[in-house]
């Protein structure tokens, strides 16, 4: 089954978002980007309202968790283009799809930094 134009964009605002702010935080500057609810909407707002003006199609939501806590949650565009609904962060539905290959590969990665999974043969 093919993914839908909503998962695909999904996919590719999570790994985005993630990228821009590594970049940021990696970059040639004093001060380290901060991972908090302020930067990540100077970073992610401009590339979603961005996306959504410019394909007038399905929406997606993005949302941010550092440990337990949720740091931003947004929906946009709209998740039912032909009724005008709205992608919301908190009531619209969204198929993990293949992005849960991502949590896995970094839960698989976090117990080897713990010792506690020894990825040799």
Known sequence: MRPTHAARFL?????????LLAHGAAADSPQPLE??????????????????????GA?????VVKRDATLFAKGYGFSDVEARTPFTADATLV???SISKLFTGIAVM?????????LGS
């Open 11 to 19: 996919r590719l605002a999570f790994a985005l978002a993630f990228g």
């Open 35 to 56: 991972l908090t609810a302020d930067n990540i909407v100077s970073v992610i707002d401009p590339l979603m309202t961005g996306w959504v003006d410019k394909r007038k």
């Open 59 to 63: 929406g997606a939501v993005v949302v």
């Open 95 to 97: 198929r993990p799809g």
């Open 110 to 118: 976090q117990l080897v930094d713990a010792g506690r999974l020894d």
